[in-house]
């Protein structure tokens, strides 16, 4: 079974910058994505951004392009998330994600809601953002 663990939460004020990571283990997949989810008290999960293995194409949501990176370290087998510019909507659990792909799939379509596709989640870690 794939495990997860996320690091880097915490709290920051608007404006700020905070830098996730997701170390996986126990897996033997060659293609797949590492994502990140988050969900705010009261609303719905939002896929946030992830990377295929294959070829380390990205995906972000439109709410969060332009101020957050994603990118991984593949002899460790983790994937970061580096957020600036973070404002008080930002603020939520923020989950790792590995999602197993078939082989030749291309795009994000299966990255969808309500379960974005996802195999194995990691436990979250909290963002707070303050004004």
């Known amino acids: 079974e794939v495990q997860l663990v996320e690091s880097g939460g915490g709290l920051v004020q608007a404006g700020g910058s905070l830098r996730l990571s997701c170390a996986a283990s126990g897996f033997t997949f060659d293609n797949y994505a590492m994502c990140w989810v988050r969900q705010a008290p009261g609303k719905e999960r939002e896929g946030v951004s992830c990377?295929?293995?294959?070829?380390?194409?990205?995906y972000y949501a439109n709410s969060v392009k332009g101020r957050f990176t994603i990118s991984s370290d593949v002899a460790k087998n983790t994937v970061f998330l580096q957020m600036n510019s973070l404002n008080p909507e930002d603020t939520a659990d923020y989950y790792c994600?590995?999602?197993?792909?078939?082989?030749?799939?291309?795009?994000?379509?299966?990255?969808?809601?309500?379960?974005?596709?996802?195999?194995?989640w990691g436990k979250g870690t909290l963002v707070t953002v303050s004004s």
């Open positions: 990377i295929r293995s294959s070829d380390h194409s990205t």
């Open positions: 994600a590995f999602g197993v792909l078939p082989y030749g799939i291309r795009g994000w379509d299966w990255f969808r809601p309500p379960k974005y596709g996802i195999d194995f």
